[in-house]
């Protein structure tokens, strides 16, 4: 890395965090699970690394950066930057594509996939895991309404489908509680499979990813259910459904959801279908995914499934909603009206998904989604439009936005239950 070279960041998550030192740092993380760790970039550090972006050498970025902010910057200080984040593999290179292929390798070759984030985002011993989901259902279900424990009318009240959150178990505690005890009071007697669709944080080639390992979590392993997954496969036109398989090695969405079904089953043997959803084409144009053959193709295919074992599917999105505020690239928090503003636009998505109304929930959340960023959009639209054929009722059981009591950014979040 020289004076010439034109740094490139890779593809990574940034989020604004607060910092005893500089008052506001730009995290850097790797959502792909290369990179060993985050990279924080105090503010001064910021417009060098914006223009990293493989079109301008690194003289050409001081200039350009000496101008905007009024302070020479030594080009050697740009090359020093990006020496550092080349070694800690968040710029584009030999170095990362190394990297990236080892650890491609070593998941591959793994039948299981390790638990990720525990130890971070929950307990990493079973013991107390299990406690803290237990208190999590139990709190959800003393602050329930009465009518939201009863079955609904004109059915058998056994659920078959369900919107959970995916933030972190701490902080979303009450809403998992809330999807999670719905869950175990009606769950179908004789349910052994579970399809879990997950948010992909990582960019993804193709619409779709399955994962053929077994999820490892505190509480014990869990199965994949291969047959299923191969027949998925095997129906699958247009595109590789393995393509992706890498982005499932530290994605949480489906990680914190198996989790709680681990918890919820209590002993009785089930397997997984993990399935990420990007369909991130789709997300950009605004383009209804139905529209696309090989998207209808693979839902069709997961419907079929559903439809195969009568009774025994449970269908799962892990999906947030909004992601507002300073933390996300807003100016300011939201305030008493931005937030009511926000539920009613929340609730117009959830009105839609109760109904079952895949392609208005998808043209509703699609075109704000640069505002509110709604990270659930591709797999709670998966669900949908599976099972959508069955016609269950569905029910909002909790909707919440939590707060970051440092900067007030929001993350909203809904348990949905859908009921035959």
Partial sequence: MDAAS?????SVETVVARDPEHGKVLVLRDTRGVA????????PLVPLVARFTGSLRCDEIAREVSIEVGTDIPVDVVVRLAVELERALFLEGPAFRAALAGAERQFAESPIRAAAHAGGAYYAEGVPLAKYVEDCRVRATKQAQPASRLPLPNGDGRMVALVSPHIDPWRGALCYGHAYSALAA????????????GTSHAPMREPFSLCRKAFDTPLGLVEADLAAIDELAKKTQGFDPYADQFNHKVEHSLEFQVVFLKNVMAGRPFRIV???????????????????????????????LVHSRDGRVVVVSGADMAH???????????????REALERK???????AIALDASGFWSQVAADLDDRRVCGLAPTWSLLSVISAIRPRG???????TVDAGDGSIVSHAAVGYYA
């Fill in 6 to 10: 034109r740094p490139r960041l890779r």
């Fill in 395 to 401: 029910r909002v059981l909790h909707y919440e936005q």
């Fill in 36 to 43: 060993p760790g985050h990279a924080v970039l105090p503010p």
């Fill in 186 to 197: 009606a769950l179908p007697p004789q349910a052994d499979t579970f399809v879990v669709f």
């Fill in 346 to 352: 929340d609730r117009e998505s959830l009105d839609h």
């Fill in 324 to 338: 507002v505020g300073p933390r996300f690239g807003d100016a300011k928090p939201y305030d008493p009206p931005a």
């Fill in 274 to 304: 993990p399935i990420l959803a990007g369909l991130g084409a789709h997300q950009s144009t605004g383009l209804d995914p139905a529209e696309e053959p090989s998207v209808a193709t693979f839902i069709g295919a997961v419907r079929d």
